[in-house]
């Protein structure tokens, strides 16, 4: 049998949380942190299909953050879309979810100083052409910043 993987800071505070709620009766953000940790896990699973472009990889910390930002990007786009429909208290609770999930990507995503920093360095490796400085920023700055924060701080930098 395979042994255990280690737990990820961001797992063990997730799990550890789960209890907290449970012992609070907060089932919104009981299930919002089950749902966190089933699409860790998720990730995980399909790692093991020989099929799956990552087969094989084993999990990382940047994973689990980049499983929680996704959840997030899917309440993002899900609340225009009730609000359109006129369910507002599905969109609540698409919102509420997002804050729960913001609370743990918040401790590991740059401040716009830090991204400016990093954007600083790049251009002086790359130059000042944004076609150039963007995607190493992206990749350098991905699952700690927002890409759309980071491609504004590019541009205002490579004017």
Same mark, same amino acid.
């Given at each position: 049998?395979?042994?255990?993987?280690?737990?990820?800071p961001i797992?063990q505070?997730?799990?550890? &949380?789960?209890q907290? #709620?449970?012992r609070? !009766?907060d089932?919104?953000?009981? %299930?919002?942190l $089950?749902?966190?940790?089933g699409?860790?896990?998720?990730?995980e699973?399909?790692r093991? &299909?020989r099929k799956? #472009?990552?087969?094989? !990889?084993?999990?990382?910390e940047t %994973?689990?953050? $980049?499983v929680?930002?996704?959840?997030?990007k899917?309440?993002?786009q899900a609340?225009?879309?009730?609000?359109q429909?006129?369910?507002?208290?599905?969109a609540?609770?698409?919102?509420q979810?997002?804050?729960?999930?913001q609370?743990y990507l918040?401790?590991?995503?740059?401040s716009?100083?830090?991204?400016?920093?990093?954007?600083?360095?790049?251009?002086e490796?790359?130059?000042?052409?944004?076609?150039?400085?963007?995607?190493?920023?992206?990749?350098?700055?991905?699952?700690?910043?927002?890409?759309?924060?980071?491609?504004q701080i590019?541009?205002?930098?490579?004017q």
């Amino acid at each position: 049998m395979a042994e255990a993987r280690q737990e990820f800071p961001i797992e063990q505070q997730l799990r550890k &949380d789960v209890q907290e #709620a449970q012992r609070a !009766r907060d089932q919104l953000r009981l %299930d919002t942190l $089950r749902m966190a940790l089933g699409a860790i896990h998720n990730l995980e699973v399909a790692r093991t &299909d020989r099929k799956n #472009a990552e087969y094989g !990889r084993a999990l990382t910390e940047t %994973d689990c953050l $980049r499983v929680v930002e996704q959840e997030v990007k899917k309440r993002q786009q899900a609340i225009p879309l009730y609000e359109q429909g006129g369910r507002t208290e599905l969109a609540d609770k698409e919102r509420q979810e997002m804050n729960i999930l913001q609370g743990y990507l918040q401790g590991s995503q740059l401040s716009d100083d830090e991204v400016r920093a990093v954007v600083a360095r790049l251009i002086e490796a790359n130059g000042k052409d944004f076609r150039r400085v963007m995607p190493v920023a992206a990749k350098e700055t991905k699952g700690r910043a927002n890409g759309a924060r980071v491609q504004q701080i590019v541009r205002e930098m490579t004017q």
